[in-house]
């Protein structure tokens, strides 16, 4: 196999392999067990958190996950980015193995009057706002896997559902509660309601997922969700960043999280949007080679799904936030260098969080892109040679000056 198909296909099967090589290896590290293997019931608080999975779809897998005694405080810091953020890889992987799945069969299309009562259960669990009590029983001992993805953060160890019981009542905030019994609300728009209402993006996801959003409800495979809600969001942010006036200077900011490093340029333009990605040797999906990927959207926007997948939505939504706090538009240039020291996949919420952390660095600015890229240099650890040719947007205004530079 190529370094290039592994990046690429991320551990999507084009390999045509009915397992990935890559990702079996993580799903045996045995220091984050923490006893659940083999259990066959659990209890604790969901923080909450449910999963569909995606395997023989339309007759998918869903429910919740439960971290065996966890309390409230302390399961809610498991599906909270900014929390995982401040944890290193280990701890990321330790701490999320804690939840287990708890999983039932279902077809995707009964979402709207599910038949299967432990499906009702997650819907009503995934309201929530805050931690749930739960409690589930299994037909078997608990499997003895781990699950790795490169959409996904780490999940731990499932089961097949046989009981379950929420023992107190969820709390709902009351934007959720409308527009989830609002039957004539399309997705996008209700998605696009939530968000300009602060819901968070997870809370989001879980709602979309597990079918609660919408007029033809669907269960939505929760790493499809993931990106969907990036690209929703996006579009919703883009409506509003279209009008704003031009940013007034070239500006870049630096940030990192995970062995990711992130410069991102904003330029004084329309906003247009390209991400680079560069996977050095020995990270996680590259082997021993060097690979950089590229996609972009120009002024008239995206038609065709992104050969980045989640993470070119996650890195557009962190950029389009960043500009309509400012209130100014520009064309935004990112390049992701991912790095040795990023072993393992932990999800597309880092390169969402990364380019968010990277937009609270101090700004440097520049009379031109040039002068922009010379600093970049200093900092990047790719030779320039192997990923600068891959720029579009660049390519065309690599050499502009702010207009601040002619006077």
């Known amino acids: 196999m190529s370094a ?135 037909n078997k001992p608990l499997n003895n896997k781990l699950k790795f993805d490169n959409i996904l953060t780490p999940m731990g160890p499932s089961g097949d559902l046989k009981k379950l019981d929420i023992t107190e009542n969820p709390r709902v905030p009351k934007k959720v509660d409308t527009l989830v019994y609002d039957t004539d609300a399309l997705a996008k728009d209700a998605i696009s309601e939530l968000w300009t209402s602060n819901i968070p993006q997870e809370h989001i996801v879980r709602l979309l997922s597990i079918g609660l959003l919408g007029r033809e409800r669907k269960l939505v495979p929760t790493r499809w969700s993931i990106t969907a809600v990036d690209e929703m969001a996006g579009k919703e942010l883009l409506v509003k960043v279209r009008d704003y006036q031009q940013l007034g200077e070239i500006t870049l900011f630096t940030g990192s999280a995970f062995g990711n490093h992130f410069e991102i340029i904003l330029i004084p333009r329309i906003f247009s949007f390209e991400l680079i990605e560069v996977w050095m040797p020995q990270t996680v999906w590259s082997g021993g080679t060097t690979w950089v990927g590229a996609d972009h959207e120009n002024t008239t926007g995206k038609n065709k799904y992104s050969p980045l997948a989640g993470g070119y939505y996650a890195a557009r939504l962190g950029a389009l936030e960043h500009l309509e706090k400012i209130h100014r538009q520009a064309t935004v240039f990112i390049l992701r260098e991912i790095r040795p020291e990023y072993w393992a996949p932990l999800g597309v919420w880092v390169v969402r969080e990364g380019v968010r952390e990277a937009f609270k660095s101090k700004p440097r600015r520049f009379g031109s892109i040039a002068d922009a890229l010379e600093d970049i240099y200093t900092r990047v650890k790719t030779p320039r040679y192997e990923w600068i040719s891959k720029t579009s947007l660049l390519s065309d205004m690599r050499y502009q000056r702010t207009l601040d530079a002619f006077f």
């Not at 923490?34 to 019931?41: K, L, P």
Request: proline fraction near 8%.
């Open 4 to 138: 290039s198909l592994c990046v690429r296909c991320k551990g999507k099967g084009l390999c045509g392999r009915p397992f990935c090589p890559v990702l079996e290896k993580f799903k045996s590290i045995e220091s984050v067990m923490h006893g659940s293997f083999g259990a066959t019931s659990v209890f604790g608080s969901s923080p909450p958190s449910v999963f569909v999975g995606r395997h023989n779809y339309p007759q998918i897998t869903a429910g919740p996950m439960i971290p065996p005694d966890l309390g409230e405080d302390e399961s809610i810091l498991l599906e909270d980015p900014k929390e995982l953020l401040r944890m290193d890889i280990h701890q990321v992987i330790s701490s999320r193995s804690r939840l287990v799945r708890a999983n039932t069969e279902i077809n995707v299309k009964n979402a709207k009057n599910p038949d299967n009562h432990l499906i009702r259960m997650s819907q009503e669990l995934a309201l929530s706002k805050r931690p749930v009590d739960t409690e589930a029983w299994f």
